[in-house]
Nanobody, 117 residues
Framework: QVQLVESGGGLVQPGGSLRLSCAAS????????VAWYRQVPGEQRELVAV???????NYADSVKGRFTISRDNAKNTVYLQMNSLKPGDTAVYYC???????????WGQGTQVTVSS
């Protein structure tokens, strides 16, 4: 059974940092493109950052220079380091793993990030 489990969310003050983790089981994570999305109630899910199986990364303009996505294939885990957080970063953050060659697509359950003073 495939599982993606996000952790590391919480309440942080503006300007603070959090590191989210997405731990996978049941798949060979290194073969997947992994992305972090976020969603605010009533709005569409937004792509935040993505890392390819080869390590290539891409970011939404709104988080460039503040967020860093990385992966540790030995631990089957992808991270999202979030610095200089703003109230606008408040959302539920979801991990998504995709293997395009066979259309496999998995989602985690989400973790809440709240940026507030």
């Amino acid at each position: 059974q495939v599982q993606l489990v996000e952790s590391g969310g919480g309440l942080v003050q503006p300007g603070g940092s959090l590191r989210l983790s997405c731990a996978a089981s049941g798949i060979i994570f290194s073969r997947y493109t992994v992305a972090w999305y976020r969603q605010v109630p009533g709005e569409q899910r937004e792509l935040v950052a993505v890392i390819g199986s080869g390590g290539t990364t891409n970011y939404a303009d709104s988080v460039k220079g503040r967020f860093t996505i990385s992966r540790d294939n030995a631990k089957n885990t992808v991270y999202l380091q979030m610095n200089s957080l703003k109230p606008g970063d408040t959302a539920v953050y979801y991990c998504n793993a995709v293997q395009y060659i066979n259309s496999r697509n998995y989602w985690g359950q989400g973790t809440q990030v709240t940026v507030s003073s």
